[in-house]
């Protein structure tokens, strides 16, 4: 043994006075980052809450942009590569796409009905006017076409036709077969946001202030087609949802307009600017609006059917009511709807907020080690994808010497054991009745997690 040790601590001393000589290579070792230095929920944060951690993923590049999109979860890095992550673990898939420059709008998803042939897709814009079809599966370049024009959004994609802004206020229509063009339309001024497809309808709203339905396979049809007026621009996407047409304009009004014929169903006096997208799920939509003045921002939850406000979360309440809870002054942004509750980020601090979608009021705080700069605002295609509530992303694009690091979290049902009905009993004792507290030095039970369904 002694022989062994010797032999050993020289094969050691030689390794070492090798590696230390000029021809030996030198291997830098990244040290990871402290857990508390990274971007996560804070310890404990989801006890007790209606989340849980479903992944959390590690990029050693930077990121430039996250977003989910008809259940797809793509990422675009600094030095433009385009990935897809699995919904289920976070994984980026085999495959990854090496973009031709930078992203300045987000991918558009095209996903076929089921029974219809066709491989899924996913179109980016880039350079200001080249549109490029990527196979969803593979991340493989199908095609690209140099469009000629300034591209001012994000294109919409149905399944023979694309969709696209030009700077100006004109939509294009292109058909995927040979890409050639189809009927145009023009609006009175610029359209900053993406159209938006639903059915056998196109809208995009427009600086001028008005909202365009237009037919999506010929354009303007007289009878069919109808223009929205409001007294301002608009810089979001329309929303529609349940036979209406949403927009908010800089009127500090929020629309709702009947979707068949244009006629203002009703509006909704916001008495701020909506800069942020508005999104529609469980009858109700939201939109966040800013006071340019003072710099706050109200959530406001309007009923959908009726254009009046459910609640708004802010420093007051409506009716009388103050959400004053000790440092809780104002939402950050938007996440998405839950089956009972809205995710929302805090505006001051980095946390995300449970409220209540029947009156806003705070029902779980959870804290993040660090504020996000990514928020992927979503509404569950405005509740047509009921297995995406929940489902909260965020991300931070990359720290000093850390990973660019991406959060899932999803929503569960809590169930407590003390709510179900206590097992019947041969001879209950009358000194302990099923509804008795537990005593101190029994520690109480934590909730049971429902089993999630497959």
């Known amino acids: 043994m002694r022989s062994f040790g010797r032999a050993a601590l020289g094969t050691w001393v030689l390794a070492v006075l090798w590696s230390c000589s000029s021809d030996a290579p030198v291997v830098e070792e990244k040290a990871a980052a402290p857990r508390a230095g990274r971007f996560m929920v804070a310890p404990g944060g989801l006890e007790g809450t209606s989340l849980k951690e479903a992944w959390v993923y590690e990029h050693d590049k930077e990121i430039a942009g996250l977003c989910y999109d008809k259940g797809l979860i793509l990422l675009w890095t600094a030095d433009n590569d385009l990935l897809r992550l699995d919904p289920a673990t976070g994984l980026p898939i085999e495959y990854r796409l090496r973009l031709k420059g930078p992203l300045k709008y987000a991918p558009a998803v095209y996903r076929y009905p089921p029974g219809t042939a066709g491989n899924d897709e996913i179109y980016v814009i880039q ?16 095609w690209s076409e140099k469009l000629g024009f300034g591209v001012a959004s994000a294109p919409a994609v149905g399944e023979k036709t694309i969709y696209v802004t030009a700077e ?19 609006a009175g001024k610029s359209v900053s946001a993406a159209p938006v497809l639903a059915g056998d309808m196109v809208y995009m709203a427009s600086e001028d202030g008005n909202v365009y339905a237009l037919n999506a396979i010929s354009g303007w049809i007289n009878g069919r087609s109808w223009i929205g007026k409001t007294r301002a621009r608009i810089k979001t996407r329309p929303v529609v949802y349940q036979q209406r047409v949403f927009a908010a304009s800089h009127d500090c009004f929020l629309y709702g307009f009947d979707a068949n014929d244009g006629n203002v169903a009703w509006k909704f006096s916001t008495g701020r600017i909506v800069n942020d997208q508005p ?28 254009g009046k406000a459910r609640w708004k979360r802010t420093m007051p309440g409506v009716d009388g009511r103050t959400y004053d809870e000790p440092g809780v002054p104002g939402v950050g942004a938007f996440i998405c709807p839950g089956k009972e509750l809205a995710y929302v980020l805090a505006k001051d601090a980095p946390e995300i907020w449970a ?79 099923a509804t008795e507290e537990p005593k101190a030095e029994e520690p109480a039970e934590e909730p049971a997690e429902e089993p999630e369904e497959e």
């Open 279 to 306: 999104h529609a799920c469980s009858d109700t939509v939201f939109c966040l609006a800013d006071d340019l003045q003072n710099g706050e921002r109200t959530l406001y939850a309007v009923s959908s059917t009726n």
């Open 127 to 142: 350079h200001g006017d080249l549109l490029c079809c990527i196979e969803a599966e593979t991340l493989l370049e199908l």
């Open 355 to 433: 409220l209540s979608l029947a009156d806003g009021k705070l029902v779980h705080r959870i804290g993040l080690t660090q504020r996000p700069d990514i928020v992927v605002s979503h509404d569950a295609e405005q509740g047509r994808d009921d297995a995406a509530r929940g489902l909260v992303l965020m991300a931070v694009k990359k720290g000093s010497g850390k990973a660019a690091r991406i959060i899932a979290l999803r929503e569960r049902r809590l169930v407590h054991r003390n709510a179900e009905p206590a097992p019947k009993a041969e001879a209950p004792k009358a000194e302990a009745p």
């Open 168 to 186: 100006g206020g004109r939509i294009n229509t292109f058909r995927k077969e040979n890409r050639s063009l189809g009927w145009t339309h023009s």
